[in-house]
């Protein structure tokens, strides 16, 4: 049984750091695909950051170059989020998900298993 626990969301000013970590059990971290989702209130969910797990490179939603970094440890069975300089626009529920195989872009659909979720606002 496969399951994604996600943990390091909270609450931290405009031009902060936050890493977010997805640990993952029952997945077998190789040839497999893992992504980072976010839902902001009252918006749909999107894709951030994708890895075909390997040493492969990950691939950044617009809004996410140069400020995130889609961080495998695959010793740790866990993939990290980690988020520079955070803007208010950030503010959202950030997800990680996973899929058997090849990456399918960021379609909801095509991802197998997704964590619960952990909260992040940027705010002053």
């Known amino acids: 049984q496969v399951q994604l626990v996600e943990s390091g969301g909270g609450s931290v000013q405009p031009g902060g750091s936050l890493r977010l970590s997805c640990v993952t059990s029952?997945?077998?971290?190789?040839?497999?695909?893992m992504a980072w989702f976010r839902q902001a209130p009252g918006k749909g969910r999107e894709g951030v950051t994708r890895?075909?797990?390997?040493?492969?490179?990950?691939l950044y939603a617009n809004s996410a170059k140069g400020r995130f970094t889609f961080i495998q440890d695959k010793a740790k069975n866990t993939v990290y989020l980690q988020m520079h300089n955070l803007k208010p626009e950030d503010t959202a529920t950030y997800y990680c998900a996973a899929r058997l195989g090849l990456c399918d872009g960021f379609k909801l659909s095509s991802y197998d298993y997704w964590g619960q979720g952990t909260q992040v606002t940027v705010s002053s």
């Open positions: 029952g997945f077998t971290f190789k040839n497999n695909c």
């Open positions: 890895l075909y797990l390997g040493p492969n490179d990950p």
